[in-house]
Nanobody, 119 residues
Framework: VQLQACGGGLVQPGGYLRLSCAAS????????IAWFRQAPGKEREWVSC????????DYEDSVRDRFTISIDSAKNTAYLQMNSLKPEDTAVYLC?????????????WGQGTEVTVSS
């Protein structure tokens, strides 16, 4: 079971990026998915989540209306579309899911992809 995140990079303020989180070893669309980020010197913070049960999404207030979480079941990949990027969005972004196997919960994190918003 593995999550592989990619898509980060250097972008100017106002620009956009799309992060990907590819799953292997399990079906990603059977589980809730979340993105977190950790800026230098700061705590890890939740950014967005998508519910596997009904597809509802939620966002941290500072990214609401700018970021969109989605999933492509055929590709077994989750995405985070990030528009109108701001310098304060600079962070390492990580995807996360929790898998329950035989009533035991397992937390899985992608390795992180770095986003830098700077002119």
């Amino acid at each position: 079971v593995q999550l592989q995140a990619c898509g980060g990079g250097l972008v100017q303020p106002g620009g956009y990026l799309r992060l990907s989180c590819a799953a292997s070893g399990f079906r990603l669309n059977y589980h809730n998915i979340a993105w977190f980020r950790q800026a230098p010197g700061k705590e890890r913070e939740w950014v967005s989540c998508l519910s596997e049960s009904d597809g509802t999404t939620d966002y941290e207030d500072s990214v609401r209306d700018r970021f969109t979480i989605s999933i492509d079941s055929a590709k077994n990949t989750a995405y985070l579309q990030m528009n109108s990027l701001k310098p304060e969005d600079t962070a390492v972004y990580l995807c996360y899911t929790r898998v329950v196997i035989n009533a035991v919960e397992y937390d899985y994190w992608g390795q992180g992809t770095e986003v830098t918003v700077s002119s």
